[in-house]
């Protein structure tokens, strides 16, 4: 076969783009794959210079400072389409020499769909797929990247640490996709919010990060932590659906708070946790303080959780009263009805924990399930095992947390610890607050319902503290109210709060609640109680909260309580 027409069908079938140029670079053939690449009609592009393809930063990067072609492989550059838009290529020259002229062919590859590839290879590496906002790993490029640049210009870069107020609440009730959408809201509304130089990031969860560029004083920051602050709290309108959502913010600046960027991230984090244990919906600068608090914090939930395998808590209990007045001595006398079971962590080194020190932690690592179903069933069977051993029946309380509540399979779940204890339900007594039973759902009535047919007692716990009121508890199969024990400290101290408390006992009547006082301490708030018609009392003017033994002496001894009627 005729070499120069081989020649020519490999050429033209090729998928590259095939050039010869002569010494001057003006193209003398050119193949179709060429022709289509750049969007040159058959034979257009000849005699035309060769550089003319290329864009100008790709003509500066590949001419030599003479201005001479010479021979390259595979050198990565930017062409021009005829209709102006650029192409990715690949460029190889070589030179060759016929009849004493030199000359140059030249492949080109179109590399587009690589390059496309690989930017969505990059995208998928530093940007979160759910919100489109930059990930952790670019977070950090970026963050690093602020830095150096407001050291050489001598400014400040603050970062914000940003997370939502009990994102997992709306995530357990509405469902995953609501809280995904919910997401996708704050993300726009942070970004509505910032300068073009400025980062948002998502973390992880609902954890957001913003890098704040080249600010002079902190309280730039602070005004627009004051934005996003302002800008989250309006309601977002997803679906049918008007949610209401706040945020926490910690704020730690650099070069002020700490040159090293793991440790302002961390400083961050930090001022955020403080920010949500200060009330939430606010944002709170990094201290010093602030980061021994986090490293105390971290350390008491790693002990936490190891506490939670290994089963160091145990259950006090603390007894409930009625009072019964004896004419014959003119003096009453306290029968205890019930008891409230409360947990405590035995922690090897700090001793006996009060439940205010890692209830929180529970709820926050979701621990406080299994914790609270280990409290219910060894409350069970410490009850049981009080009737075996013949002592008179009694309530036994046990305080539930929202979250436990939440779980959908809760009722299953208490009928089940009763059934294996041997419980009856009509001893268990369970504490809700108001926030758990605030709105009156369907699924909220049914999990009630289901208690109340396992003839459980409900009882409002801390009533008063929230801002329901006793109408708003009419509607559920609630039995009794638990006035808090702040009201009752507050009787004989202010009578805004005496008032309260009568008010409270007499509407519980009227709708047949009972009424419980916690936190009764002296004689004086006893009286009172007693003259406003309280059903039951608890408080450390009776008894503190002690282990299982000490209450069974307890009963056996039957403490007599006097107070007479008219002191
Ligand atoms: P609470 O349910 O309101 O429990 C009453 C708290 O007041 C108990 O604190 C009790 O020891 C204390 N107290 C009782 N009488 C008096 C008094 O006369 N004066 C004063 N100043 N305090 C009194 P404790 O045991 O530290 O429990 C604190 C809170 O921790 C409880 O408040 C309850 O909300 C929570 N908690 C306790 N045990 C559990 C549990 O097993 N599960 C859950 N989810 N929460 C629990
Ligand atoms: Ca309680
Ligand atoms: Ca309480």
Partial sequence: MDREVHYRAVVEGASEGILTLDNQGQIVRINSAAEKMFGYIQGSATGMYFVRILTDDSVTRYLKSDGKLYPVSDMSLEARHKDGKTIPILLSVNTFKN??????????????ERVMFEKRLAKLAYYDSLTGLPNRRLFHDRLSQAMDRALRNDKLVGILFLDLDH??????????????????????????????????ARLGGDEFTVILEEISNVSDAEDVAK????????????????????????????PHDDSDIERLIMNADGAMYQAKEHGRDRYELYTAKISTDAAARFSLEASFRKAVDTNDFLLQYQPEFVLHYQPEIDRYSGEVIGAEALI????????????????????????????????????????????????????LAVNVSALQLKNHDIVQQVARILEETGMEGRYLELELTESMVLDKSEGLLSILR??????????????????????????LPIDRVKIDLSFIQNITKNEHDATIVAGIIDMAHKLGLKVVAEGVETEEQLMYLIEHHCDIMQGYHFSRPMAAVDFEALLINRVELSPTKHS
């Fill in 450 to 475: 289901g208690f109340k047919e396992m003839g459980i007692t409900l009882s409002i716990d801390d009533f008063g503290t929230g801002h329901s009121s006793l109408a708003n508890l009419q509607l």
């Fill in 99 to 112: 009849e004493n002229a030199t000359y140059f062919s030249v492949i080109i590859q179109d590399v587009s």
């Fill in 227 to 254: 934005k996003i602050l302002h800008s989250i709290r309006q309601s977002f309108q997803l679906g049918e659906r008007d949610i209401h959502v706040t945020s926490s913010i910690g704020i730690t600046i650099y």
């Fill in 344 to 395: 405590r962590w035995q922690h090897a080194e700090l001793g006996l924990l009060a439940p205010d020190r890692f209830i929180p932690l529970a709820e926050e690592t979701g621990l406080i399930i299994p914790l609270g179903e280990w409290v219910l069933r060894t409350a069970c069977k410490q009850s049981v095992a009080w009737r075996a051993a013949g002592f008179p029946p009694f309530h």
């Fill in 167 to 200: 994102f997992k609440d709306i995530n357990d009730t509405l469902g995953h996709l609501f809280g995904d959408r919910l997401l996708q809201e704050t993300a726009k509304r942070l970004s509505d919010l910032l300068r073009k130089q400025d980062t948002v």
